[in-house]
T-cell receptor, first 112, second 115 residues
Framework: GQQLNQSPQSMFIQEGEDVSMNCTSS?????WLWYKQDPGEGPVLLIA?????ELTSNGRLTAQFGITRKDSFLNISASIPSDVGIYFC????????????FGKGTLLTVNP | ETGVTQSPTHLIKTRGQQVTLRCSSQ?????VSWYQQALGQGPQFIFQ???????GRGNFPPRFSGLQFPNYSSELNVNALELDDSALYLC??????????????FGEGSRLTVL
């Protein structure tokens, strides 16, 4: 099945550092979403973006909907140990308004 | 916690068997979607149900089928299990009509192992 191109695949950072990850697609999406998944659990919605160019924050998290509608990025500022997990981007739209297409995820490890 | 509950959390089956997974939606949500997540991969869309009818389907064979009940709960049935069906099966609920059901809320998943 189709998946988005998400990078990097993994990141190892020190507590307090900022993190940036991004997602690109060959298709246009109407909605971009970012999820976090902890081991043994389902994905949890972090941020939803609905408009090209939109910049949205949720605490230490900031995400942007690319103006081409084919990309999005997520920044985490001042990382803490509980930020550890897998972050997924997901896109929706372009004729398939009923499903999300996910990236393969970015594994984030934070060293205290 | 999303309010989406799934059962069972873990199960083991053998090839050729059939399995039924269950999901209760978050209160107020009328749409249920099912996703398959293989190890190390992102979730893959199986299908979505709205008003008890299949509303869209991903690239999965007909042996994957589902139901949605009047209370919006749902079942995923998989017949003739194959080894590659081993995965985490995620149920997600949403409110249809809210910006294209983009805001999906996932349960914790059912881990299926096929031997």
């Amino acid at each position: 099945g189709q998946q988005l191109n998400q990078s990097p695949q993994s990141m190892f950072i020190q507590e307090g550092e900022d993190v940036s990850m991004n997602c690109t697609s060959s298709s246009i999406f109407n909605t971009w979403l970012w999820y976090k998944q902890d081991p043994g659990e389902g994905p949890v919605l972090l941020i939803a973006l609905y408009k090209a160019g939109e910049l949205t924050s949720n605490g230490r998290l900031t995400a942007q909907f690319g103006i081409t509608r084919k990309d999005s990025f997520l920044n985490i500022s001042a990382s803490i140990p509980s930020d550890v997990g897998i972050y997924f981007c997901a896109g929706q739209g372009g004729g398939s308004n009923y499903k999300l297409t996910f990236g393969k995820g970015t594994l984030l490890t934070v060293n205290p | 916690e999303t309010g989406v509950t799934q059962s069972p959390t873990h199960l083991i089956k053998t090839r050729g068997q059939q399995v039924t997974l269950r999901c209760s939606s978050q209160s107020g949500h009328n749409t249920v979607s099912w996703y398959q997540q293989a190890l190390g991969q992102g979730p893959q869309f199986i299908f979505q149900y709205y008003r008890e009818e299949e509303n869209g389907r991903g690239n999965f064979p007909p042996r994957f089928s589902g139901l949605q009940f009047p209370n919006y709960s749902s079942e995923l049935n998989v017949n003739a299990l194959e080894l590659d069906d081993s995965a985490l099966y995620l149920c997600a609920s949403s409110l249809a009509g809210f910006r294209g059901t983009g805001e999906l809320f996932f349960g914790e998943g059912s881990r299926l192992t096929v031997l």
